[in-house]
């Protein structure tokens, strides 16, 4: 398939905006708009996801659908909608120069369709990921799975709560979310989430050095919402993530209690801190430990 040639140049078009960011305040109201207006994307994509679509491939040979476009013009007219004037950077956005963005103090950062991949092998486990950034912090996220049907959402000043769609006629059931404790090892094993695609040897080196645990692997940012929800304990990403990968579940992670990490330094993951916007190597972790440090450690020594 051949895209549109405006729909393709817009992914040129930098949301951005030259003047300081100042930070967003959003009322209840705004934040429910925000997460209906997510939801409202996702199923723009299902509908896509349900039919035949065709596969492009960018420079740096990552798959592009017009799934992914449809949901970056949506996403990016709601936030423009709800904010006005507040920069947003999305995936799809294009190149915005580092001096542009680094003079933000609050913006928007976007996953239109985080786990590509798991969307063209149609296997569900992808998402909408939108958050929001202050002075590097990512303070509220929203996280749509739309062949799941739930939603996941994280607000430093609110807490978290998931939200999965009920038959039809019915209201959607929302629940608060909390990490859990690290159960003793000899009475439950510890549940480790790894990438379905990225970093495999490293992460089974890591699991290796854990006391007794249950690993497995998906796509997107599932992984970082199931230790939100206290359905898993550690989730170990030793292998390449941009900031519009995480951020999102970032804030949801810590809105439940629980903390993303910077695997060398174990220091709270920061976004927008210089001219390269990857992530570096990182953890997540509803409780901290010795334990699943040193074999952190180790599986970063190999």
């Known amino acids: 398939m051949i895209f ?30 925000l997460v209906a207006g997510v939801e409202d994307a996702g199923r723009l994509v299902l509908e896509i996801y349900q039919r035949d679509f065709d596969v492009e491939h960018k420079d740096d040979n990552s798959p ?17 909608q709800l904010t006005p004037g507040t920069p947003v950077l999305s995936e799809e956005s294009g190149e915005i120069a580092a001096e542009t963005r680094l003079g933000w103090d609050c913006y928007w950062l976007v996953d239109p369709l985080d786990g590509t991949k798991e969307f063209v092998n ?33 607000d430093r000043q609110q807490g978290a709560w998931r939200t ?11 629940q608060p979310i909390r990490v859990r404790d690290l159960p003793d090892p000899a009475v439950a094993p510890w549940v480790v989430v790894g990438s379905r695609r990225h970093g ?28 939100a929800e206290g359905k898993a304990d550690l ?10 990968d995480t951020a999102a579940a970032q804030a949801v992670v810590t809105a439940a209690g629980g903390e993303v990490l910077d695997a060398e330094t174990l220091m709270p ?10 992530n570096p190597f990182f953890v997540v972790c509803g409780q901290r430990d010795r334990r699943w440090e040193q074999a952190l450690a180790a599986a970063l020594a190999d």
């Open 122 to 154: 149609r296997n569900g486990e992808f998402t909408l990921n939108v958050a929001l950034i202050e002075h590097g912090v990512p303070v509220l996220g929203v996280v749509h799975a739309p062949v799941l049907g739930v939603t996941w959402f994280g």
């Open 4 to 33: 549109p040639a405006e729909l393709l140049a817009c992914r040129l078009v930098a949301v951005a905006h030259e003047e300081p960011s100042v930070p967003v305040s959003l009322s209840s109201e705004h934040k429910d708009a």
């Open 269 to 278: 993951l920061r976004c927008n801190r210089g001219e390269s916007l990857l």
């Open 164 to 174: 999965e769609q009920a038959p039809s006629g019915k209201a959607p059931v929302r």
């Open 235 to 244: 989730y170990p990403r030793l292998a390449p993530t941009c900031e519009w």
């Open 64 to 80: 592009l659908t017009e799934a992914d476009l449809a949901a970056h013009h949506a996403l990016v007219a709601l936030l423009e």
């Open 200 to 227: 495999a040897e490293a992460f089974e080196a890591f699991c290796a050095g854990l006391p007794a645990s249950e690993c497995t692997s998906m796509g997107s940012s599932l992984k970082l919402c199931l230790v």
